[in-house]
């Protein structure tokens, strides 16, 4: 941490904050510029605690030097991490797919989106039974129904399946089914649910949130894995931006960015980055390009009439086209599905 | 709504579109134009949902007339509405303030707060006891002690409390304790949150997420009025922009908009709106120059040892000239505390 | 400037960096703590043009501690400026209302709104004569004929113009004409138009940028002081964000900002910042009591047919209106017109 | 275009409306709903200049139902375009690289970075001679000792050459001297540039302004193909988010975009897109996977001593491998060099 004075402050505003600091235990290197004197601040910034030192008379502002993010921080944890789900690994070379409906609306539907997705190579079904939607007026999912339909195509078609919990409850609930609880994008800084599903030792899929900076994102995830939980798999699915002809803008620098300063494994969902089926495809490569270690991918056995997000699902057939255009591409990414 | 098709769309295209909105009993007018022709439908249009006609063949997109947030809306509710907490009541003419620390941190700290804001004319006293922190290694609140004090506090200065709550059993504890529920801005899209404060039927203070649209906010305003609790209070607290000058951004246009296309109050929040307090003042002006119903304001007895948020916090001086110089402003624009 | 090291940067890496500054002739400060260290840089930065630092081996970051702008800046100019339009003075006290039609359409036109803008109490007629559209097929302006409609009006009404200049030739016939040229929000990164205006030594009007950081602005500034013009008046004038109930969101946290970083005066435009013309009222306002130094409002004779900008222009009786309830509110903070 | 009115509105209100309408040869299909009616408005909206009816007794909103570009839309050219510079095209199944340093900085180091991207396959040499920087006190450019060094290059190395034009006069330099004219993302919105290039016949390197919509970056282009100049070629370079760890945001969904709204082709910038040179390679990949027509990749003989945008600019070892890595992926998605 550097705390950078004001021109005016006097000797003793500077006297004045290098005594907290020493009272603190923490040591002080003082550098004087021309203009500007900067305390360098040395040792266990948690001791700050309740010492608001951008408030004290003289004191310009502060510059944090390092991240408050630890479990997560590639600093700390060099190699990548790789995720169990089961027999299946995510990251370190494996590149997962993770498809179906954006809601379960019934046995049936639900089926036919699993044998279509496993027939495209996917190994993950996903299908939410607790769906945060914008309008109360909107269907809100199955609830424990849809996660008993989501059980049942695991065991027929041998897919782990992944669903998101948006309450203390639905967890609970969903511990007893899934493979993967995912925290949805609006739930991100939900810290509650973070600390809940960081006490399940089950694979979380973590989703950033639309507002959410990369350095925030991080934090939400310290929240799970200071729980004891490692299983932490991160997923890019759009930001907020001025920009209105895509729903969200997919920001598919978070890949390399998260690569940099994260072990964790990232994936993309360009079907909600995107809200548009005609920009799935190609999105979906351009994550891949950008070195993603999976997918999640709306797929609807038939979007026209999905009760949820039918305009960014694609059909069986286009999944089948976009999982044959993807593999060579993950080839010479040296990923394999 | 609005079906407007692409300029190459066949006439077996519009008639595929006109027979499916028959079925459900939507009247459908046609006007062709020289390139484009557009559908309008007239009706109940719930009756749409499984039917996603923007990915028909031959449509260009579908265009929302009506806002989807009924009950929140001013077009069927054009009074404006007063909320009541006690013998307060919030809207009408009536400027309420709340105000206290970001986080209950003892019995005393919380007691030195109240005499303040109640000297200052506050009505209600605002404090943390369930605190969503970016980090997990930041202090996280004393959760049902904190409203013991919040409760012994309003007992003595004969203060409203209002606290927020971040969890449904957060909720279970709060109701015994405060006059008013806030949901915070992280969690203005934690739908099943808003439905368990809608079936209190405790005053709410809904404050806009960082990344929420007007018409997200009026939305997730409607999830907690169609649960039955018709007790709301807006709270604009600042948006998501790419300005660092200032933690967020106060939208202070927020509020004619509200007032235009709601009836219900709104308040606005200088503190966490721009996070420094030097702007707290000229930001708690204009947003009662711009019309809103009430202030949200942090006081802490010593913001340089707050456990949160102090460089935002004013000190009790601070907090009382600031209600010195409001005083005349809000007589100006009609208002009384 | 803050020198952030890796965690594994070695100590050649270290040394490497502290030779070039001593080879600049700067002052390096180390601090070593247990994980990071880092390198306070002392002396005139400029040196450094040419090195750059944050690619060398073992850097993890650059941190500026201080800004770029210095004539700018209050830290080196305490005291509020005043700018001099004839007898005019902005700033200082003095409220300044620049009023007018967003284009000169006519002759007739012109004079109308400036009776308008005269009888409500504005001190200057606004008006474009050289229009930036974002369509090219929109009205482009009547360019050299609109500057002498308005130096016509000038003449009748006793008020001083502002005209905005949109390319050097344009600036070669406003300096003829207008008391303040302008530069639009569109035009605020146009250096080379920047440094046109930085040579007359006519009053500048400079409009903040839709996706401009308040820094940003301020070096835009520097561009004309640093070309020997000090007459400078800042105009936030409303920054794009997501939301799209307003056309752009006017940062009204933006004038405290500015009044703690710089000394130069500051005017807000609520008539572009909202798009509006029900919002224009309550903005204005609000940016009075958030400290401005005066107001750009759009009055156009007949805003119906007005032929750019007719939804967010206010007809002279809504004019009228607007100065009658902003003249209490300006005495209450001090200000007088 | 819909005319939306009020729930309130009166018949009178109606009929004064569809009487503009008639007045001005332009049909009006009324659709009355429960509570709503909405005008269709059909026939050429230009007419309507000068009558701006979303302010006229009774209207709640207008809605665009067309695009206001026509020359850009790709509904009225549906065939993608090819521009060609000399013997090279651009788009169709030709992918471009455009290459070399931010600033030309002297003659060596220009015919150094020529060497290396020849080396590496570009066919376009870029170096900026009229530099736009955020401080006045950064490196401006050489200006036209800057182009003859441009035009040395070329000549050497059989490269096209493309450079930044910020003015008038700059354009009248460099025609003399470059095949590709680039107006910069500071100047996406300098309409008198725009119609300046325009009336050129040189090829336009259109970049996308760091707050600019897709539909206004067509529009831009619009203002050039109106001019008669219909060889324009769009760069997405990052737009302007919440997110710091990149110094923009590159959208990659913008490419797809623009492949189904304009016939324009289309390239991207991840140098400028992400100021991190080790997320260049990636988005580059990226860039190519979603379907761009080329890049634009700064590339410096040693970029820790550049002038300008060191940080972000490859070494000539880097741009090499960064080439062969893109080869195959380029002749995946049937691209050729």
């Excluded at 996917?122 to 769906?131: D, E, H």
């Excluded at 939980?229 to 960015?257: W, Y």
Aim: net charge neutral; proline share 5%.
């Amino acid at each position: 941490m550097i705390i950078v004075m004001k021109p005016e402050a006097t000797n003793q505003d500077i006297d004045r904050i290098v005594g907290i600091l020493k009272e603190l235990n923490l040591s002080a290197h003082l550098s004087k510029g021309e203009t500007t004197t900067i305390i360098g601040l040395i040792g266990d910034k948690s001791r700050l605690a309740g010492h608001n030192l951008e408030i004290m008379p003289g004191v310009d502002k502060l510059v944090p030097i390092t991240e408050s993010y630890k479990l997560a921080n590639k600093k700390f944890h060099p190699a990548h991490s790789e995720v169990k789900v089961g027999d299946l690994t995510v990251g370190g070379g494996n590149f997962v797919i993770m498809s179906g409906p954006c809601a379960v609306e019934s046995g049936e539907q639900l089926m036919a989106a699993a044998e279509a997705v496993k027939a495209g190579g996917a190994q993950v079904l996903r299908g939410g039974a607790y769906k945060p939607r914008t309008s109360p007026y909107s269907f809100q999912g199955l609830e424990e129904e849809g996660l008993r339909y989501m059980a049942n195509a695991r065991e027929k078609y041998g897919l782990k399946i992944v669903c998101e919990v948006t309450s203390e409850s639905a967890v609970k609930s969903a511990v007893r089914y899934v493979d993967i609880l995912q925290i949805g994008a609006r739930n991100m800084q939900n810290y509650e649910l973070l600390k809940v599903v960081g006490r399940t030792k089950l694979p979380v899929l973590l989703k950033r949130g639309l507002a959410a900076t990369i350095d925030e994102w991080l934090n939400a995830a310290e929240y799970i894995l200071s729980e004891g939980n490692p299983h932490v798999i991160l997923c890019e699915r759009g930001i907020r931006t001025f920009e209105t002809a895509t729903r969200h803008t997919l920001d598919i620098s978070a890949i390399p960015v998260i690569k940099a300063k994260s072990h964790l494994p990232v994936i993309a969902d360009p079907s909600h980055g995107t809200g548009v089926r005609a920009y799935v495809t190609p999105m979906a490569k351009a994550a891949a390009a950008a070195g993603a270690d999976g997918l999640m991918i709306e797929v609807h056995p038939t979007p026209e009439t999905a009760m949820s997000d039918g305009p960014q699902s694609l059909s069986p057939e286009e999944f089948l086209r976009l999982m044959e255009e993807l593999r060579p591409l993950l080839r010479l990414m040296g990923k394999h599905i």
